[in-house]
Every structure is written in C-alpha cells, then in structure tokens.
C-alpha cells in the first residue's frame, strides 16, 4: 500500500517527467504517444548512473499532464504569454520554461489540482532545472497570473 507521502513523491517526480517530456516534444518533433512511451518505457523507475533508482511517478497524472497540455497548448500560451512581464512572447522563453509552463497550465485548465499546490510544485521543478538562477522566482510570478486567469474562484 502506498502512503500519501509517496503518492506526493510520485505526483512530483511525474510534474517532473511532464516538463521534460515536454521539452523533448518540441525539440525532437516527435508526437505525444511517441515520447509518452519512451517516457514510460525508459525513464519511470529506471537507474541513473550513480545507481540510485529514480522515483516511480504516477503514470495516469503524468499522462493525464501531457494530454491535457497538448489539448489547450494554444490556450495555456495565451495565457502565459499574457503572465509574461518582460512583453515576450512564450517562443522566446526558455524551452525549459515553456515547457513547464505548459505543465503547469494543463494541470490549471484540465484538473482538479488545487492552483497554489500547482504553483508550488512547479516552482520546486524549477528550482531543479535552475537552481542558482533567477528562473523559479520568474516561474513563480508567472504561474501565479496564469491560475488566476485560469481559475479566479480560488484565490
């Protein structure tokens, strides 16, 4: 049996999968059920190379991310792009970024995700992709504009 901490660990490790399943979506060209099995198949539960095994995620929610993230990609860019301080556009941001952005706004437009619980956790995600930079404060402004576009009745 699976203790709720786990289930959290597992949910984070496939925000995680979702980002960079994402990334490897938009630079290889390749589609979503191509890169989700490579995902599934290569990268759940496998070893890294100082032998540590990596944590399991939550296949269905990882899954769930990225469909949702190609079904309202147009949408979640729109309002990423209106979250954008600087006046840039969401193409000239960091594919890391977009790619979490993207993520992040699928769990804001087509889940039950709490939108704070989403913030944090995908601040936590770029904080592993950035973690001497300026980004996840970045991520963190942007997300927080994003879910209140996206879903104003819980703030």
Same mark, same amino acid.
């Given at each position: 049996?699976?203790?709720?901490?786990?289930?959290?660990?597992? #949910?984070?490790?496939?925000?995680?999968?979702?980002?960079?399943?994402?990334?490897?979506?938009?630079?290889?060209?390749?589609?979503?059920?191509?890169?989700?099995?490579?995902?599934?198949?290569?990268?759940?539960?496998?070893?890294?190379?100082?032998?540590?095994?990596?944590? $399991?995620?939550?296949?269905?929610?990882?899954?769930?991310?990225?469909?949702?993230?190609?079904?309202?990609?147009? #949408?979640?860019?729109?309002?990423?792009?209106?979250?954008?301080?600087?006046?840039?556009?969401?193409?000239?941001?960091?594919?890391?970024?977009?790619?979490?952005?993207?993520?992040?706004?699928?769990?804001?437009?087509?889940?039950?995700?709490?939108?704070?619980?989403?913030?944090?956790?995908?601040?936590?995600?770029?904080?592993?992709?950035?973690?001497?930079?300026?980004?996840?404060?970045?991520?963190?402004?942007?997300? $927080?504009?994003?879910?209140?576009?996206?879903?104003?009745?819980?703030?």
């Amino acid at each position: 049996m699976t203790s709720a901490a786990d289930k959290r660990k597992m #949910r984070s490790a496939s925000r995680l999968y979702a980002v960079q399943a994402l990334f490897q979506m938009e630079q290889s060209g390749q589609g979503l059920d191509t890169v989700k099995r490579e995902f599934l198949d290569f990268r759940f539960g496998a070893a890294q190379e100082d032998g540590e095994e990596l944590i $399991d995620g939550d296949i269905s929610f990882f899954s769930k991310i990225l469909e949702e993230a190609v079904s309202y990609q147009a #949408r979640i860019d729109q309002m990423a792009d209106r979250a954008i301080v600087a006046k840039w556009k969401i193409d000239r941001i960091d594919p890391t970024l977009r790619a979490l952005f993207r993520a992040a706004g699928a769990e804001f437009v087509g889940m039950d995700t709490p939108p704070k619980v989403t913030i944090v956790e995908y601040v936590d995600v770029a904080k592993a992709f950035f973690p001497d930079g300026r980004e996840p404060k970045f991520v963190n402004a942007v997300l $927080d504009h994003m879910a209140r576009e996206a879903r104003p009745e819980a703030f």
